[in-house]
């Protein structure tokens, strides 16, 4: 428990100054990246760690609240106003999604997800007249909150931080209460659960909804920050580049998904600046990750450490008992 | 009025009838116990008394109101809970957070996302009684994959009785237990206070008999007899069917 709460004070003192001791624009840039693909990745996390219900249409929902962002400013509407209809617009989306998915678990559900998921895109790219197809929408300015400017990378990079440290105490709240315990008890055995008085649709349900308000925060911190939106982002690598995130870190797991976003978006940015093929060096993490840690690299991680500590007191008991 | 009626039901999967016209009265604080061969629609006719099946016709009424075409999920809120023949529970939890979760599903805060789940003592002290009358107390906080089958079995009934049922379906309590797991789990079942109503599949007569008062012998989806336990055992169509001669 010390060392966890050392790790934890530790990682937020790195949060809190990174843009004091990190003076490259680019690499605060970065960490902005990381800290909304995270929160992307914690709400397709409470489905698919926390339900089991694994989606490959959620790009799909992000880049319906980027979208919608983009249309409410351009039709004039306040930033508070925008973003508050982006999230309207993302959980109706994602209600709708729930909906038709929902009639189905397992292959069924990620095909139903995919599917919506390329519906989504295939509107974003084809519907020209209303989507600017792959040309895409852009978007200006930024808003501010309290009279603060998010202009700059490190102001854009704190008011990220503020959201995404809301997201993760949002997600730790979840997963202890009796809705959550009730979503993993529909994960693990949803005969049993119904059996037991409860209702596993709407658990379901009420989950995706807040995967959804997630992925929408997600998608509108995107947009505010590549002040761009095109098809690309709806496309099916981005959906299963977050579900890759959430495997890699530790798919039900609380910090896992955020391990994850910061692996691929560090290798996506960071690395691929020095290595061409940067996509080989991606799948190979991966593989090797699947092979070593098939339960992510976090709980991966908490196992070896378990082991090598229960080695290390092992190993004076051992000398001990063989001097007497 | 009778704690559960069965009246004429019927369903067939395809072209097999897997039951056919069950009737079945079972009066407050029964005991009874349903035998028969394998394939005879024992289990098929709980997993319709539940309603996680439903039938093709007929009705099944809980102390006189007519549950047939309530939800599965609705029926534990009337008073019904049941037991499985394979054991079905949360591996990856403690014993405690099993019975925990049975009492959650009774209750209105299930819904709730906002509450810490560790801090419901009333909840937690409840799940600690239910797992001190099948004497699991000692052990609340194992993991559940660090039990017995026959603890497993111990932390199942705890789940039904956890919900305060009035109708309690065991789907073969016994199936898997050794001679002494056997004989707790038979403690167990004897001291089940009589305001609960049991019905109970069990192949193994020698703990069964002494259990049941009234027996219903399923043969091919329909209840060839029914009786006392003495009518049944010495009826010929039991000994040609079950018991064997």
Redesign the interface.
């Known amino acids: 428990m010390t060392a966890r709460l050392a790790v934890l004070a530790l990682a937020a003192a790195l949060l809190v100054t990174l843009p004091f001791w990190m003076t490259s624009i680019y690499y605060i840039n970065v960490a902005s990246q990381v800290l909304f693909y995270a929160i992307f990745a914690l709400g397709l996390n409470v489905i698919a760690g926390y339900g089991g219900l694994v989606s490959l249409g959620h790009a799909g929902l992000f880049g319906i609240a980027s979208y919608a962002t983009g249309y409410a400013l351009a039709a004039g509407f306040g930033h508070i106003a925008a973003i508050l209809i982006s999230l309207c617009v993302g959980l109706v989306a994602m209600a709708i999604y729930a909906v038709l998915s929902l009639r189905a678990t397992g292959i069924g559900f990620i095909m139903i997800t995919l599917a919506l998921g390329q519906i989504v895109w295939g509107l974003a790219y084809r519907w020209i007249s209303v989507t600017n197809g792959d040309n895409g929408i852009n978007l200006h300015g930024r808003p501010e909150p309290f009279g603060l400017s998010l202009s700059s990378a490190s102001s854009f990079y704190y008011a990220t931080l503020v959201v995404f440290v809301i997201a993760v105490a949002a997600v730790a709240v979840f997963v202890r209460s009796p809705l959550g315990a009730a979503l993993m008890g529909t994960r693990d055995q949803p005969r049993r659960m119904n059996a037991l008085g409860y209702h596993v649709w709407a658990i379901r349900f009420w989950a995706c909804m807040l995967s959804g308000l997630l992925t929408s925060i997600s998608g509108i911190l995107f947009v505010y920050y590549t002040q761009f939106i095109s098809p690309q982002t709806l496309a099916l690598t981005s959906s299963a580049e977050v579900l890759l995130m959430v495997i890699s870190g530790g798919a039900g797991t609380l910090v896992g998904p955020i391990v994850g976003a910061a692996l691929v978006i560090i290798i996506k940015s960071v690395v691929s600046g020095f290595i061409e093929r940067w996509n080989m060096l991606l799948g190979a993490i991966f593989v090797a990750i699947v092979i070593l840690m098939p339960e992510g690299l976090v709980p991966g991680s908490a196992r070896l450490w378990r082991l090598m500590r229960r080695k290390m007191s092992a190993a004076p008991r051992a000398r001990a008992e063989a001097s007497s | 009025m009778s704690a559960l009626t069965v009246t004429d039901l019927r369903k067939s999967f395809g072209g097999l009838r897997v039951t056919r016209g069950v009737n079945l009265n079972v009066e407050r604080g029964e005991r009874r116990l349903i035998i028969g061969p394998n394939g005879a629609g024992k289990t098929t006719l709980f997993n319709l008394i539940?309603g996680?099946l439903t039938p093709d016709s007929g009705s099944v009424a809980l102390f006189g109101s007519d549950i047939t075409r309530a939800p599965?999920?609705?029926?534990?809120?009337l008073g019904m809970a049941?037991t499985?023949q394979i054991i079905?529970?949360?591996?990856?939890d403690t014993i405690i957070?099993n019975v925990?979760?049975?009492l959650?599903?009774?209750?209105p805060?299930?819904?709730?996302?906002?509450?810490?789940?560790?801090r419901?003592g009333h909840v937690v002290e409840q799940a600690g009684e239910a797992l001190a009358r099948v004497g699991l107390s000692h052990i609340a906080e194992r993991p559940l994959s660090q039990t017995s089958y026959g603890e497993r079995r111990r932390v199942e009934i705890a789940?039904a009785l956890a919900?305060n049922p009035k109708v309690l379906l065991l789907d073969e309590p016994f199936a898997g237990l050794s001679i002494d797991e056997r004989r707790d789990v038979h403690q167990l079942l004897l001291g089940i206070p009589r305001d609960v109503t049991m019905v109970m599949i069990e192949h193994n007569m020698d703990v069964a008999l002494e259990f049941a008062e009234r027996i219903t012998l399923l043969h091919f989806g329909e209840v060839i007899v029914e009786g006392t336990r003495a009518e049944v055992v010495a009826d010929p169509r039991t000994r040609e069917v079950y018991l064997g001669h």
Not at chain 2, 104 to 107: E, F, P, R
């Open positions: 539940t996680e599965s999920r609705r029926r534990p809120h049941r499985y079905t529970l949360f591996p990856n957070h925990c979760l049975a959650l599903g009774l209750s805060i299930r819904w709730n996302p906002f509450l810490d789940m560790r419901q789940m919900q």
